[in-house]
């Protein structure tokens, strides 16, 4: 039985597939966290280059990707997808279960499609140096990465407390040329302000947000970048889902449900707005279900409401559903997975009902994660795993009805720089924190009041 659907380098998608125009309301407005007032273009100027802030309103259909981008996506891209027939096996089940890896990129997850292209919008409007945070070093690596190929200097300020807990993707981005500092840190008004208060602060992505976003805003020849949540980003993700589409063609098979792991959303967006697309077009029915970790369940429980982007309040206020932006989330593994908010985008077609959302606890993560590469050989990022869990419960929810499913989830990024999450899932030393209504609660009394 064939377990891999290959395509040649000349499908690489040509164009991007941006949903703004398909989406069944307009976006609300974007509005300045100060004046909570609609922002325009000219507000975002001092962060974003312009040819991003126009793809970020964008009401192209399509977008087309430059051939400087497309030279170096074709590293890795496109990405197998694969068939998870020993899975199938292991199940008993009669579903069909079809995996897309974003694992193969250069530094094993899917943020490097976001990463470049970033980078090169950067480059062409002439600026010098890009600044971002990175929690658990996945973005930071990426963009380091991207940085160098377009020589670009690359800043990143990564939490504290991943800082020291996960030493090699840190190493990855001064490989890249890359400069990594833990924050908070003495370098920015915003970082020695938490130092003053609290010399040992572990750190946060909010906060690292904050210096990063001071360091664009103070220097001319710097701007900003984000991985995940904003519409430019899940627009350079669908590369992913075009890709699918057409090797699940090849695979011969229809998926009745395809399935991503939910942190900001871009890596859920990139494989499922293009089956979107088809659902709203050409009145197919595929399932779209975004999976979030129970410690961090913000379209399955946050309200849809604006809120603040970061946690110091410089970040926009979009709307979206929010856990509240001084919401802090517990420890799990997947460190990827733990933003209070969501893409705007995600956010509108949830309400809509058009996506669902479901919420695992991090133990059945981790049995998901274990037993898939005991199967498939390949070791899944604790984000991905959650897309894993998911997929095995709708096999198995399958097997009991005794029905023909084919399930495609996306494997965002390998585990190989998170195995001491594995070795606490082993120990035995995981622990499942429930979902901290009481928190939240009361990091839902901060949202900005606003009348949009
Ligand atoms: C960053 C990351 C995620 C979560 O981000 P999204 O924007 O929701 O995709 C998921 N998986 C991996 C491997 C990541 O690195």
């Known amino acids: ?22 989406l ?51 590293l890795w891209r496109p990405t197998p997808l694969l068939r998870a027939v020993r ?27 976001t990463a470049v292209a970033q980078a090169y919008y950067n480059k062409q409007a002439g600026v010098k140096r890009l ?28 939490v504290k407390v991943s800082y020291h807990q996960k030493p090699g993707r840190r190493s990855i981005i001064r490989i890249f040329g890359g400069e990594v500092t833990p924050s908070p840190s003495e370098e920015t008004e915003s970082g020695r302000s938490i130092l003053a208060q609290d010399p040992d602060s572990p750190g946060s992505l909010g906060i690292a947000i904050s210096e990063a976003v001071e360091v664009a805003m103070l ?28 090797q699940m063609e090849i695979a011969g098979f229809e998926p009745d449900v395809v399935i991503g792991c939910v942190g900001g959303g871009s890596n859920f967006a990139g494989i499922a707005l293009p089956y979107l697309q088809r659902n709203l077009r050409d009145g197919t029915k595929t399932r779209l279900v975004g999976v979030e970790p129970m410690a961090c369940p ?33 420890g799990i593994h997947a460190g990827g997975l733990r933003y209070h908010g969501v893409a705007p985008i ?48 709708e096999a198995l ?16 990024g390998h585990g190989y720089l998170d195995l001491s999450s594995y070795d606490a899932y082993m120990a035995g030393d995981l622990e499942d924190y429930a979902y901290p209504e009481e928190k939240i609660r009361e990091s839902l009394t901060h949202l900005p009041q606003v009348d949009f």
Not at 1 to 22: A, F, H, K, R
Not at 90 to 109: C, H, N, Q, R
Not at 223 to 228: A, I, N, V
Not at 397 to 412: M, N
């Open 1 to 22: 039985m064939e377990s891999q659907y290959l395509l040649s380098q000349n499908d690489l998608p040509t164009q991007w597939y941006n949903v703004i125009p398909d």
């Open 24 to 74: 069944p309301e307009p976006l609300p407005p974007t509005l300045h966290p100060k004046t909570l007032q609609p922002v325009g273009p000219d507000d975002l100027a001092p962060i974003f280059p312009m040819e991003l802030i126009l793809q970020e309103v964008s009401q192209d259909r399509y977008i087309d990707i430059p051939a400087e981008v497309r030279d170096i996506l074709q």
């Open 87 to 113: 899975l199938e096996k292991a199940l008993g089940t009669p579903a069909k279960i079809f995996y897309k890896y974003e694992g193969t990129s250069p530094v094993g997850s899917h943020k490097p499609n």
């Open 131 to 158: 600044s971002t945070e990175t929690g658990a070093g996945q973005w930071g690596s990426a963009l380091a990465m991207a940085c160098n190929f377009f020589d670009l200097q690359c800043k990143v300020y990564m």
């Open 219 to 246: 220097n001319e020849d710097t701007k900003y970048s984000l991985g995940s949540v904003l519409n430019h980003v899940l627009l350079h993700q669908t590369v992913i889902g075009q890709e699918t589409i057409k």
């Open 298 to 330: 913000t379209l399955t429980k946050g309200p849809y409401a604006f809120d603040y982007g970061d946690t110091a309040k410089m970040a926009p206020v979009v709307k979206m559903n929010t856990l509240g932006h001084d919401f802090v989330p517990a």
């Open 346 to 393: 995600l956010a509108l077609l949830h309400e809509h009902k058009l996506v669902e959302s479901i919420a695992y606890y991090q133990i059945p993560v981790f049995e998901a994660a274990a037993q898939f590469a005991r199967s498939e050989g390949i070791i899944p990022a604790p984000e991905s795993a959650h897309a894993i869990r998911a997929a095995i419960d």
């Open 397 to 412: 929810d399958a097997k009991e009805k005794q029905e023909e499913r084919v399930i495609l989830f996306e494997l965002s």
